[in-house]
């Protein structure tokens, strides 16, 4: 059933309105489509648009499309139409005649896609933000377990300073915590109504905007019909959204990809989420964490053509708008799908303490504390940091550690040095020293976690 075509004189021709359906793309919106509608229906009986009869059989007859969608019984696939919304008023005419032509008094289909966009986007908003504690969860039980794990902390991918592996674990908390609050600050912007703003300008009738926002969970209603129902900003601000998380993803399965390699050996990934090859019997391939890192860029792309889509749209509506749903769609289950993989991922990744212990203690990560050792000795930093670079320049000529140059070659370089500087540049000493907020000791990883609990219970 078209929605329109009184002023046609020709049927739209097969291949133009091929090209124009998009119910297997937005038939996904049923259920707001229909809570959208019954809402609808009950404002105009109330206001008196249509009478309480009307809006009862309206009611009762959305009601019944929905349970037979949900069952299976009827299959928005079938019939001519060429979305969801005109799908479900022709089903919705077949079942209570006349009243069902009805349901679209006071409003347009502009703003009825807008409502089922926002209620669809608000859903998700919820549901991934559930997937994100989840995997916080997750990583806070990793990193209480391993709370004093020193590893090698690194910059442009050499090894740096000894962090604990609790305290790396907890950075990508930190993203993932941002993640969170970025959906909400998304959710606290588009939590307005736009139906009642019609195609662009209102309507005649006198509508209850408030009420139906209320009925639908919305905090208020869109503050301009123009911008209602031409406003995808939402969406746009979601996709980057979950952008930035898939950002966050990638980053730490890179790393898994790298500690999991022969060259790492930080860790092993459960046989549950890797695979192997298909020629070569001893690979153990990290297919999974690759494939997150993969999708990445297909969330990027969704983001990049919904902005290209939307920049040269003049007000209010234009067709282009169809394109906002593919994209949306296609990247939130995308990020859901890796959510879910990342966190039995995490759950049951083994680690090698033995080995990430014995890297921190390679490559003179303990440096920048010798140099410390020596500014609190009253020695200017920048001196001392040329100082500790000549020791180490030592170290590597003599293929020793900076724990096994003996004292009298220290002494040569500085007569600050004493034998306790030993004890200072012990690994555990280095990074226990670092205990100041944020910072890898085990006392600033322990006050970590009790912040991140205590946020965890209030976003639960």
Known sequence: ??????????????????????????????????????????????????????????????????????????RPQEGAEEDIHSFIEARLVERVGDAGKKLHTARSRNDQVAVDFRLYVKGEILGLQNKLLLLISILMERA????????????????????????????????????????????????????????????????????????????????????????????????FALS????????????????????????????????????????KNPDMAELIRGKTGRVYGRLVSLLTVLKGLPLAYNKDLQEDKEAVFDAADTVKDCLEMMIPLLGTLRVDRRRMREAAGGDFTNATDLADYLARRGVPFRDAHGIVGQVVLRCIEKQVSLEELPLQEYREFSPKFSPDLYEFIDIAACVNRRSTPGGPAVEAVNQALKDLRRWLQKAE
């Open 1 to 74: 059933m078209k929605q329109w075509g009184g002023r046609f004189t020709r049927e739209l021709a097969g291949s133009a309105a091929a090209f124009l359906n998009s119910l297997p793309v937005d038939s996904r919106l049923y259920k707001q489509d229909i809570k959208g509608s019954i809402a609808h229906a009950r404002m105009l009986g109330r206001r008196g648009i249509v009478t309480a009869d009307e809006s009862e059989t309206l009611i009762r007859g959305l009601n019944e499309i929905l349970q037979e969608i949900e069952s299976g019984e009827l």
């Open 144 to 239: 209480e377990k391993n709370r004093d794990l020193i590893m090698p902390g690194y910059t442009h991918l050499q090894r740096a300073q000894p962090v604990t592996f609790a305290h790396h674990l907890l950075a990508y908390c930190e993203m993932l915590r941002r993640d969170y609050g970025r959906l909400q600050d998304c959710l606290g912007r588009m939590d307005l109504s736009p139906l009642g703003a019609g195609a662009l300008a209102g309507t005649t009738f006198p509508v209850d905007r408030e009420e139906v926002a209320e009925e639908l969970g919305f905090r208020g209603v869109c503050g301009n019909t123009l911008d209602a129902v031409s406003d995808r900003d939402y969406a746009a601000e979601f996709l």
């Open 244 to 283: 930035l998380i898939m950002m966050h993803l990638s980053r730490f399965c890179e790393e898994l990809i790298l500690w999991s390699s022969s060259e790492f050996k930080f860790v092993e990934m459960d046989d549950a989420y890797t695979t192997g090859s298909s020629i070569m019997p001893q690979k």
